[in-house]
């Protein structure tokens, strides 16, 4: 997309009050593909009916359809060494029209707010590079989080890292993604009931990197 539109706040959709307990480790399982409205849920991920219920409430019903949906669900153990997603500064669906539901119950994603909107450059090494020195000096914006609970709405203007903990705890965090291409890294988690219809492609170290192929 590109131009002066990254820096901006995400939307907040509000509390969904869930309590997960089982330790789990699921990587953007596919769970629904465009033109269909049901999702496809493994029984150990039903329990996240009411955080998709708002996902579509937010969406709409159109896009919510139109799209093809992903998931991500982690209940883990994380400390100041140990963390489940990585760090650093990034945005969801970097150069694409993905948009991204995140959710977690304690060390709330920090979002970087641009005082302007800023111009990044259309490339994922020397983004996050840009992102990185911009946020590390107020001058040019603050850094937020939201409320534990509340599910925020991210699409590729929206720059944001992950928590540090300060303190070990269990931590859940739970991703919905909205795609029109298919999230198809090999060791991302595999649904069996709802094969992906596309062949799986090597995972690379790069950041940023937009997540999904396009759909032919």
Known sequence: MGGRIY?????DCGLVDLQPTEMMFWQDLFIKPAKQFEPVLPANLQQFGPLIAAVMRAEGIDRWIDHNVFMCAKTLWVSAAESMNRRGWHTDGFMSSDINYVWSDCYG????LADELVSLTQDHAASI???TFLAADPFYGS???????????LDETVVHRVAEYPVARMRSFVKVSLSKGYFNRVGNSINHQLPLPVAYEARTAERNVPASKEAA
């Open 7 to 11: 820096g901006q706040a995400p939307r």
């Open 109 to 112: 994603t920090e979002i970087w």
């Open 129 to 131: 590079d840009e992102m």
């Open 143 to 153: 850094i937020v989080t939201y409320p534990d609970r509340h599910l925020i709405r």
